[in-house]
């Protein structure tokens, strides 16, 4: 019989502990849950340093909110979820930067 995600006592067990302060059990929650995180990274297409960038504000979100997270065994979608709106937030900062045409920009400083 194949266990769904959401019933595996072994997230709810982690979470836990990492509640509490375990170094181990974070480090173990990092790494079944890393692979999620690229994945869902890959899907937008991201650069391997974008990829990094929103993997380290997942894991930032994750400690700021880990006392918070009412059912331990949903992490998986929590954090499916939270890399997808980082990845939308990442892409959406991009289209509000204006691109400067480096020819312009070269004839500026050469004026000043």
Do not use: F
């Amino acid at each position: 019989m194949m266990v769904a995600m959401r019933d595996d006592p072994t997230v709810v067990d982690l979470v836990e502990r990492a509640r509490e302060g375990q170094r181990v059990a974070w480090d173990q929650l990092v790494q079944r849950y890393a692979p999620l995180v690229w994945s869902v990274c890959r899907r937008y297409d991201l650069s391997s340093q974008d990829t990094e960038d929103v993997g380290a504000a997942v894991w930032l979100r994750l400690v700021e909110r880990l006392g918070t997270i009412r059912e331990p065994a949903a992490l998986p979608g929590w954090i499916a979820t939270t890399t997808r709106n980082e990845c939308l937030y990442l892409l959406r900062g991009r289209r509000r930067q204006i691109p400067v045409d480096k020819s312009r920009r070269r004839r500026a400083d050469q004026h000043e």
